[in-house]
């Protein structure tokens, strides 16, 4: 993986990474963790080279195609994967736990050896942390609950009920709604924007106040 740009300060240009690209029918989010099950020997590959080199990867969600055969054509915007966990319980299939970094929009990308997808990609940057509104402070008494449902191998700690984006985030990980909307409100800048859509949505099924 090879890094550029200035970082995220006011004017500078935004940072880029080279990266390969995971395209999946699922979405993952900053500071969120997703299982994988790899069998394709170009994910393989890649997986060992992440490993051994301390580097993420890209997962995107799919566009077009599937995840299986023939690269998949990615939405353009998508997250860092770090990896978390990983272990291989027969020869052939990788188990890994990733946990979601920063969010990219990809510049460009081509498929490269085996079929893998590599693509530049600059980097989002995060808005500064801010409390959820009290007009949607309604959603933090589910999200708790949610979270100790889930507990922290699904959820990990430290929470922070206190950062909108984060509650933004956790709160549409886990909403049983297609992974197309979960990727416009992955793609949403403003954290609040993204707390009133999800207030809306649960308000209209009363599973909030």
């Known amino acids: 993986m ?78 860092l994967a770090h990896i978390v966990r990983s272990d291989m319980p027969q020869l052939g299939i990788l188990l890994l736990d990733v946990r979601g970094g920063r969010r990219f929009r990809i510049v460009s990308q081509a498929v490269g050896a085996g079929g893998l997808l590599r693509a530049r990609v600059e980097l989002l940057a995060e808005p500064a942390k801010q409390a959820v509104p009290a007009a949607q402070e309604g959603l933090l008494p589910l999200l708790r609950k949610i979270a100790g449902d889930l507990g922290p191998q699904r959820m990990p700690e430290p929470h922070a009920f206190d950062d909108a984006a984060w509650v933004g985030y956790r709160l549409t990980e886990v909403m049983p709604v297609q992974a197309l909307a979960k990727q416009k409100l992955l793609e949403l800048d403003d954290p609040v924007s993204r707390l009133e859509i999800l207030f809306t949505y649960l308000a209209q099924r009363k599973l909030v106040g």
């Open 2 to 79: 090879k890094a550029s740009g200035a970082g995220s300060e006011a004017g500078a240009a935004p940072a880029t990474l080279d990266i390969p690209l995971f395209p999946l029918g699922s979405v993952l989010f900053p500071g969120g963790v997703l299982p994988l099950k790899v069998f394709e020997q170009r994910y393989l590959d890649m997986a060992a080279a992440c490993l051994k080199d301390g580097t993420p990867f890209g997962v995107c969600l799919i566009a077009q195609g599937s995840e299986v055969g023939a690269p998949a054509v990615p939405h353009v915007v998508g997250t």
